[in-house]
């Protein structure tokens, strides 16, 4: 059974648009993440969510905001998409507070055209 | 602001020992990590070592710390074709009523000749 999920895993789609990336847990985790790996395989955290607390990477553009319709979703929304935008992105959930190891999932390529 | 560096690159032979190594900038880690991507691949867990821990040994993998000098390794003993991936050190940050959120490093992309 896979421990987080991610859809679509690949989206490509023409600058502007807004679009979304889904994910689910079901490891009953606490705190889910989102990562945007570049190019060249650096790895960002964007914002991590627990129990309705948002925290935010100071450098993430306030195009890019998490949703969380429950605790076992963090869906991710991104508008008026730019070509810098191309990344793949990674949601990742933990389980306690402030301890747990953080499990990925697959992982969505997303290309801007 | 946190930091974490890795060598880009390590080529070796099918069945000798690969060791990876890491320095990170923030000392109030509580736990380090060691993930692996595969090609096209999403992230691993390896393997992670609690900050007041010198050594973790699990199998053919042996996490060496030295908080003294920030660096973290990860040694691979008989290492295979398979173990070809790009291995990620990271170190936890933030605060801890929002979920750690980690700080990886570059990666260093693991080349296994046979």
């Known amino acids: 059974d896979t421990a987080v999920s991610q859809t679509p895993k690949y989206l490509v789609t023409q600058m502007g648009n807004d679009k979304s990336i889904k994910c689910e847990q079901n490891l009953g985790h606490d705190t889910m993440y989102w990562y945007k790996q570049d190019s060249k395989k650096f790895l960002k955290i964007m914002f991590s969510?627990?129990?309705?607390?948002?925290?935010i990477n100071e450098t993430v553009p306030n195009r890019f905001s998490p949703k969380s319709p429950d605790k076992a979703h963090l869906n991710l929304h991104i508008n008026s998409l730019e070509l810098g935008d191309s990344a793949v992105y990674f949601c990742?959930?933990?389980?306690?507070?402030?301890?747990?190891?953080?499990?990925f999932g697959p992982g969505t390529r997303l290309t801007v055209l | 602001g946190e930091d974490v560096e890795q060598s880009l690159f390590l080529s070796v032979r099918e069945g000798d020992s690969s060791v990876i190594n890491c320095t990170y900038t923030?000392?109030?880690?509580?736990?380090l990590y060691w993930y692996k991507q595969e090609p096209g691949a999403g992230l691993q867990l390896l393997t992670y070592?609690?900050?007041?821990?010198d050594m973790k040994q699990d199998q053919r993998l042996t996490v060496l710390l030295n908080k003294k000098d920030k660096h973290l390794s990860l040694r691979i003993a008989d290492t295979q074709t398979g173990d070809s991936a790009i291995y990620f050190c990271?170190?936890?940050?933030?605060?801890?009523?929002?979920?750690?959120?980690?700080?990886f490093g570059g990666g260093t992309r693991l080349m296994v000749k046979p």
């Open positions: 923030d000392s109030s880690s509580t736990y």
């Open positions: 990742a959930s933990s389980g306690r507070r402030g301890t747990d190891t953080q499990y």
């Open positions: 969510y627990n129990n309705k607390e948002l925290i």
């Open positions: 990271a170190e936890t940050f933030g605060p801890n009523n929002a979920g750690n959120m980690l700080t």
């Open positions: 070592i609690f900050s007041n821990m």
